[in-house]
């Protein structure tokens, strides 16, 4: 059993569009962390949560900690948000989703 | 800047040849990772290290050696031992201490790959 559980696994949207990443967790955590993988590998990180609600431009990342439940969302998208996000939890140790693949499309 | 590198970007290794990593950061972070990420999976844990010289295996650390004999630097061996090591390797390192939570900062990765 993962620790985290991303969905969608992956996803298209037409340009504009309003999208939103699920993720859950199984462990007790100190922060949660959405990190952005572009098509030539590296990572950054977008996003470090333990509690409510951030926001970096068209991002926005919420956490509902009793529930487990973290979301990224991604409003009027466009082509150069195309790339893996990936939920990662930081517990005892680190543990990290499989990402979700989104291409927006012109 | 400061940064993570990780070189090279690409890597091939013949049949029962050691090859090394090299990940160099110069964030003055106390702890370095090395992932590892295959397709449809999560990143795995291979070794982490929290200060020089010392360092601990992760999940999956069998066939890969480290060493941290300097702060900034943390290479990963991909020994003969290991049978499948075609992957795509991240290198991490974090701050510790003071603010409880501190984000890992990501190298580009190197990928290998099995001649």
């Known amino acids: 059993k993962n620790e985290v559980e991303q969905s969608p696994q992956n996803l298209t949207a037409q340009e504009g569009e309003f999208i939103t990443i699920n993720c859950s967790y199984s462990?007790?955590?100190?922060?949660l962390h959405w990190l952005q993988q572009h098509p030539g590998g590296g990572i950054v990180s977008l996003f470090m949560l333990s509690s409510g609600k951030k926001k970096h431009g068209r991002l926005i990342a919420t956490i509902n900690i009793q529930e487990k439940h973290s979301s990224l969302h991604i409003t009027a998208s466009h082509p150069r948000d195309s790339a893996v996000y990936i939920c990662?939890?930081?517990?005892?140790?680190?543990?990290f989703g499989t990402g979700t693949s989104l291409t927006v499309i012109p | 800047d400061g940064g993570i590198t990780q070189s090279p970007k690409y890597l091939f290794r013949k049949e029962g040849q050691n090859v090394t990593l090299s990940c160099e950061q110069n964030?003055?972070?106390?702890?370095m990772y090395w992932y590892r990420q295959d397709p449809g999976q999560g990143l795995r844990l291979i070794y982490y290290?929290?200060?020089?010289?010392?360092?601990q295996k992760g999940d999956i650390a069998e066939g890969y050696s480290v060493s941290r004999e300097k702060k900034e630097s943390f290479p990963l061996t991909v020994t003969s031992a290991q049978k499948n090591p075609t992957a795509f390797y991240l290198c991490?390192?974090?701050?510790?201490?003071?603010?409880?939570?501190?984000?890992?900062?990501f190298g580009d990765g190197t990928r290998l790959s099995i001649l």
């Open positions: 964030l003055n972070h106390d702890a």
């Open positions: 290290s929290q200060i020089v010289n010392d360092f």
């Open positions: 991490a390192s974090r701050l510790l201490g003071g603010q409880s939570n501190q984000p890992q900062h």
């Open positions: 990662a939890v930081h517990s005892n140790q680190f543990y």
């Open positions: 462990v007790g955590i100190s922060a």
